[in-house]
């Protein structure tokens, strides 16, 4: 791999007049133009915007007006994050066409850092699934093999990555959904500390478990991208006040006398062999490497899948009632008001979604909201108390980022509860609002991307990435997805 296909290498070329940002966009866009017929990762490629930017983002250096780490980046977002000018979708037919009239505030925090933003990515329908094959606008393919899905929801975003068509992307994670598409297509994705970024203008799947975070290929280019989009935001009334930590202080310190938990739960007989393997020959290596390792049992990991697939449909069905054909995108007229909603949602919506606000409609109904909603916080509660116990013995927790390399296309379509199952690793820290981050470690023997998880504590961002940036070493994972016509281009 050569230097520039990571952020870090790119930074260092621009600021050294080895490259150029309308270079490194143009190599970008360039990898998009050849790639996007088999992948479909972007519904929205934004060519004239971005070759501006970078155009910008040459001058600005030049003239010594250094914007830090992600001057000159191309960056791809998914397209639930709004963009003042360019189409916003959620990939639902509900608000094609529609056109935000401002920004998303991480999208604000890149344009001030001087980032290039390439176009607008794939997702599932509102961010509700686990592949990408829940779009309108027809599914994302992951480039390692072209019949299997990327992950999801955010799998656009995880694939310009993995091809190179952006060297940094932006995902939401609400259950996984940065970190499952991290590991199916073996590229570096994290979920920070919840209120660590702000979500002012990130279309909103389950406000109580929503968190954007960045993909990248390395360890250290995820700090430098969380670096720019972190910090306190008045327009979020979760957001987490004060100065933001050093995020990458712990990168290269090794992992001596690092206390990691290995989760019981989390070593499944249902996990694929490949996977399992791979996960326990990475924590030997970390435990040669310093690393004091110890088994932790989470008993109440059982039920979280459980509890979020009430607590996230629920609160989808109060976020999506805005959209009801008065205020934004797409309208079909009826008799009456009501009838004009009514016909407008089951237009607008695909059967995922409609799935989902059934569900979380019953779920909080007179009646049934202690018997479902109710619970489901309980367990949450559970949850929480039994990560916080774990976090007082060890620094980390480790397991696998995903039961499952790629799958095939259509193969849990049919099932919504095996595509449910797939986020059964990740959904915890969502329910926690703990950080987690996925690194690929290895292949299985289908040549497929395995992902490592850790997770950390609330803010404990600094020793998560200690920890992921030695499992990335100890791993030494340099493969990447190659497409018959898709040699990354040179910058
Ligand atoms: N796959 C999970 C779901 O369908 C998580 C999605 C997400 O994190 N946005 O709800």
Same mark, same amino acid.
Request: zero cysteines; glycine letters at 24%; hydrophobic letters at 35%.
């Given at each position: 791999m050569s230097d520039r296909q990571t952020i870090r290498g790119a930074a260092a070329a621009l600021r050294d007049g080895s490259a150029t940002s309308v270079g490194l966009t143009r190599a970008a866009l360039k990898t998009a133009s050849m790639t996007e017929s088999q992948v479909h990762a972007y519904l929205t490629l934004d060519t004239e915007g971005a070759l501006e930017a970078a155009e910008r983002a040459d001058s600005q250096l030049a003239a010594g007006d250094d914007r830090g780490p992600l001057h000159g980046i191309p960056i791809a977002l998914k397209d639930n994050m709004v963009t003042e000018g360019i189409e916003t979708t959620c990939s639902s037919r509900i608000l094609s066409g529609y056109v935000p009239p401002y920004s998303a505030t991480v999208v604000d925090r890149l344009e001030e850092g001087g980032a290039v933003i390439t176009g607008k990515t794939n997702l599932d329908e509102f961010a509700m699934g686990s592949s990408t094959e829940h779009s309108a606008f027809g599914p994302t393919r992951n480039p390692w093999d072209t019949e299997r899905v990327p992950g999801g929801s955010s799998g656009g975003s995880a694939v310009t990555v993995a091809i190179g068509s952006a060297l940094g992307a932006l995902g939401s994670d609400t259950g996984g959904s940065v970190r499952q598409p991290a590991a199916l297509t073996g590229v570096v994705g994290m979920k920070p500390t919840y209120g660590l970024v702000s979500r002012y203008g990130l279309i909103p799947f389950a406000s109580s478990l929503d968190q954007i975070g960045p993909f990248t290929r390395t360890v250290a280019d995820a700090v430098d991208v969380l670096a720019t989009i972190a910090g306190h935001d008045?327009? +979020? #009334?979760t957001s987490i006040p004060g100065a933001l930590p050093d @995020? !990458? #202080? !712990? @990168?290269? &310190? !090794?992992?001596?006398g690092v206390k990691v938990g290995v989760v019981s739960e989390m070593q499944r007989d249902e996990t694929e062999p490949a996977v399992r393997a791979n996960v326990a020959g990475i924590i030997e290596q970390m435990e040669a490497s310093g690393a004091k390792v110890q088994e932790v049992s989470l008993p109440s990991f059982e039920y979280a899948l459980s509890a979020y697939y009430l607590i996230a449909p629920a609160e989808a069905s109060a976020n999506l009632a805005?959209? +009801? !054909?008065? &205020?934004y995108g797409n309208r079909v007229n009826g008799a009456n008001v009501a009838e004009m909603m009514s016909k407008t949602r089951a237009d607008g919506f695909g059967a995922e979604v409609i799935r989902r606000i059934l569900l979380g409609t019953y779920a909080l109904s007179a009646g049934h909201f202690d018997a479902f909603y109710g619970q489901a916080l309980k367990v949450r509660s559970l949850v929480r108390r039994d990560l916080d116990a774990a976090y007082e013995q060890v620094d980390v927790l480790v397991g696998p980022t995903s039961p499952t390399t790629a799958f095939e296309l259509g193969a849990k379509t049919a099932d919504p509860l095996t595509m449910y199952l797939t986020d059964v690793f990740t959904i915890p820290a969502n329910l926690s609002g703990h950080p987690a981050i996925s690194v690929p470690v290895g292949l299985d023997d289908s040549g497929l991307p395995i992902g490592f998880q850790v997770m950390a504590p609330a803010l404990g961002e600094e020793v998560m990435y200690r920890v992921a940036g030695e499992v990335e070493r100890l791993a030494g994972f340099t493969a990447r997805a190659s497409l018959a016509s898709s040699e990354v281009v040179a910058p």
């Open positions: 008045p327009h +979020d #009334a @995020l !990458g #202080a !712990g @990168l290269g &310190r !090794g992992l001596e805005r959209f +009801d !054909g008065v &205020r």
